[in-house]
C-alpha cells in the first residue's frame, strides 16, 4: 500500500519498515523511504555514476507499454480549450479503464517482471481531469495514481519510462507554434518537479507520435517543420533540466520526426544540445511497420526492409553513441499481416526473428501491448505459450514447468 504522509521520522521509520514486510519475496533490495512528496516508495534516489546512455539503454533490456490505459481519454466530451475530457465521476481511475484497460495492479506489474521485461513504458495523457482556466495545471489525483504505478514498478526494480501521450497531439493541432511551446514546458515542468526525487530507473520521454505535426491552418515547409520538431525536444529537455535536483542528470528520451525513421534520420533532425554529457536517447517506433501494413510480415522483403531501417538508425545515432529507444514494437502478429510469400511461418517465428534483428543493433525493444492482448493482465504472464516462449527466451527467462502451462 501506498501512503501520503506527513508525519514525524518516528512515524514514519514505522511505515517504512511495514512496507518491508509486504514486499518480502521482491528482488529489489533498496530499502523503502518518504520521497519528498511524503509518498513511501522503495525507490532509493539514486542516480549511479559513470553510466553513458548506451549503458542504461543494455540496462534496460526489453520493454513493454502499459499502452490504452493512462493515455486514455474521453474522446465525445473534449473540453474547448485544454483538451481535458469528463467520465463519469471524473476520477483518475475512470480515465485508467475509460479504453478498456483494467485497473492497473501491483500484481500486474509483479506479471510483467516475472515474463523478464526490465522497462515498463508508461503513456500519460495528461490533459484529463484539468480545469479549464488556460494555465494547464496537471491534475493532483493524476499525479498522485501515476506516482502510485511508478511506485509498482520501482517494487520490482524495473525502469519507467513516462512521457505525453496524445495529450502532443492535441495541443500540436490546436495551438499556434509558440503557444505550444509554451505550453510543453509548462506540462514537463510540472511532470519533471513532480517525480525529480527518483532514482535514475525512472526516465522521461517528451511526446508520443505526434512531433512532426502542426495546425491544420499552419502552412509550414518542411525545413519549418523540422525546425519546429527541433524546438519542441529542446523546450523538454531544458524544461526537465531547469527543475533540477535527479533531473539535472537524468536520461531523457527525445522523440522523432513522428517516430518515423526515415524522417528521424534526415539530416534537419537535431539531437538536442544538453547540459549534461550523455544521457539523451532518440525514439522512433516499429522498424516494420511499412511492412504491417502492406501484409509482408515473414517474408525476404520484410527481414530486407527491417535491416534497411536499423541500418539508417545505427549510422545516424547508434555509431554515435545515442541509443534508439524503440519505443513501441510489434510482438504479437496477426495471420493475416503475414506475406503470402513468408519464409517464416507464424507469428511467433516473425517476432523472434525482429526481436533478433533489434538486437543485433543494440536498438532498445519496447512492445506496444493493451489491456489482455500479447500480455494478460488479468492472469498476469503472456497470453500465447509460442509467445511466451520466444519473448522469455529473449529476455532470459526460465519459467517452471507449473508457471509455464497455458492458463
Not at 500480455?375 to 516462449?389: E, F, H, N, V, W
Request: a negative charge.
Amino acid at each position: 500500500m501506498l501512503i501520503r504522509i506527513n508525519m514525524n521520522k518516528t512515524i514514519s521509520l514505522i511505515l517504512a519498515l511495514s512496507l518491508c514486510l509486504m514486499c518480502v519475496g521482491c528482488k529489489n533490495t533498496d530499502r523503502p523511504h518518504a520521497s519528498a512528496n511524503g509518498i513511501i516508495t522503495v525507490d532509493n534516489g539514486k542516480m549511479r555514476e559513470n553510466m553513458t546512455a548506451m549503458d542504461y539503454a543494455e540496462d534496460m533490456g526489453m520493454g513493454i507499454n502499459l499502452g490504452n490505459t493512462f493515455d486514455g481519454f474521453y474522446q465525445n466530451l473534449r473540453r474547448a480549450n485544454s483538451g481535458a475530457s469528463i467520465i463519469g465521476g471524473n476520477t483518475a481511475k475512470e480515465y485508467e479503464r475509460c479504453w478498456g484497460a483494467v485497473e492497473t495492479t501491483q500484481e500486474i506489474i509483479d506479471g510483467m517482471k516475472n515474463e523478464g521485461f526490465k522497462t515498463v513504458r508508461l503513456p500519460v495523457y495528461w490533459g484529463n481531469m484539468m480545469e479549464e482556466d488556460d494555465t494547464f495545471t496537471i491534475n493532483e489525483q493524476l499525479l498522485d495514481r501515476v506516482e502510485e504505478v511508478i511506485n509498482y514498478c520501482r517494487n520490482d526494480g524495473l525502469y519507467v519510462v513516462v512521457n505525453i501521450h496524445h495529450y502532443d497531439e492535441y495541443i500540436i493541432k490546436h495551438y499556434s507554434r509558440s503557444e505550444t511551446v509554451e505550453i510543453i514546458k509548462r506540462l514537463w515542468a510540472q511532470i519533471a518537479e513532480r517525480y525529480k526525487e527518483y532514482s535514475d530507473y525512472l526516465i522521461f520521454e517528451g511526446f508520443n507520435e505526434h512531433v512532426g505535426s502542426a495546425r491544420p491552418e499552419d502552412d509550414f515547409t518542411e525545413d519549418e517543420i523540422y525546425d519546429y520538431v527541433n524546438e519542441l525536444n529542446r523546450t523538454f529537455v531544458n524544461a526537465v533540466r531547469a527543475t533540477g535536483g535527479n533531473n539535472s542528470e537524468r536520461v531523457l528520451i527525445i522523440s522523432g520526426y513522428h517516430t518515423n525513421i526515415d524522417r528521424t534520420t534526415d539530416e534537419r533532425f537535431v539531437v538536442t544540445e544538453d547540459t549534461v554529457k550523455d544521457r539523451l536517447m532518440v525514439s522512433v517506433h516499429y522498424a516494420d511497420n511499412a511492412c504491417y501494413w502492406e501484409k509482408s510480415i515473414g517474408s525476404r522483403h520484410w527481414v530486407d526492409y527491417t535491416n534497411s531501417q536499423c541500418e539508417l538508425l545505427k549510422k545516424a545515432f547508434i555509431d554515435k553513441g545515442i541509443p534508439v529507444f524503440m519505443g513501441e514494437i510489434n510482438a504479437n502478429y496477426d495471420e493475416e499481416s503475414l506475406s503470402k510469400n513468408k519464409i517464416y511461418d507464424t507469428p511467433a517465428e516473425c517476432v523472434e526473428v525482429s526481436l533478433g534483428i533489434l538486437k543485433s543493433y543494440k536498438i532498445l525493444p519496447v512492445v506496444w501491448d493493451t489491456n489482455d492482448s500479447l500480455y494478460y493482465r488479468t492472469l498476469c504472464r503472456i497470453k500465447s505459450p509460442d509467445l511466451r516462449a520466444v519473448i522469455n527466451d529473449f529476455t532470459g527467462v526460465v519459467h517452471s514447468d507449473e508457471t509455464d502451462t497455458a492458463a
